[in-house]
């Protein structure tokens, strides 16, 4: 209740305030519109640049997603212990 009674009071208050200082207020609102303007297309362009830079990252690093042929070979012979493992399970 106290939070409804606070912001009906902001409410009037920045009504009456916006009649008073119309004047000021436009003047307020003309010099605010194109700082955020530029900081709102300063973002898009650094965040731009940000995803580009992702997808350059991306192209850069095609390449095997496997190591060392060792490792490779290491993988082969797990998979194949597990399945002789796998076929002894199946047959007892």
Request: aromatic share 8%; no cysteine.
């Amino acid at each position: 209740m106290k939070t409804l009674v606070g912001g009906a009071a902001a409410a009037i208050l920045g009504l009456i305030g916006m009649v008073v200082w119309w004047k000021p207020f436009l003047t307020l609102l003309a010099g605010a519109i194109p700082v955020m303007l530029l900081l709102g297309g300063g973002l898009a362009i650094y965040l731009g640049f940000d995803e580009i830079k992702d997808t350059w990252k991306k192209d850069d690093s095609v390449g095997s997603p496997v190591g060392e042929p060792e490792e490779v070979d290491k993988y082969k012979k797990e998979i194949e212990d597990l399945k002789h493992e796998i076929e002894s399970l199946k047959k007892a």
